[in-house]
């Protein structure tokens, strides 16, 4: 018994990679790249960043840690990680449009 539960879990971990790197790709795939991202600020497709955050009110005292730009639900979004000057860490979701 304990031969057949070797032998099973290395397909059992190469099944679960697999998955996890379908998973990936199919979120990669909905998110822009920079290039993407400076061509539709360029082209006005989307807002730039520092307009999207003035226009939602976030303070500019926060530490921008990250940002995307990701399709949710047919509209694109700036999902941005900040780092307010009390230490909290949150990710905003701000429409780019």
Request: aromatic share 4%; glycine share 12%.
């Given at each position: 018994m304990k031969t057949l539960?070797?032998?099973?879990?290395?397909a059992a971990a190469l099944a679960l990679a697999i998955g996890f790197a379908a998973t990936g790709t199919a979120s990669a795939q909905a998110c822009l790249d920079k290039r993407q991202i400076q061509e539709a600020v360029s082209s006005g497709q989307i807002m730039s960043l520092d307009?999207?955050?003035?226009?939602a009110g976030v303070d500019s005292s926060v530490e921008v840690l990250n940002v995307q730009?990701?399709?949710?639900?047919?509209?694109?979004?700036?999902?941005?990680?900040?780092?307010s000057r009390d230490g909290q860490a949150q990710n905003l979701v701000l429409s780019a449009q």
């Open positions: 539960i070797m032998k099973l879990l290395p307009a999207v955050l003035a226009s730009v990701c399709d949710q639900g047919g509209r694109l979004v700036y999902i941005i990680g900040v780092l």
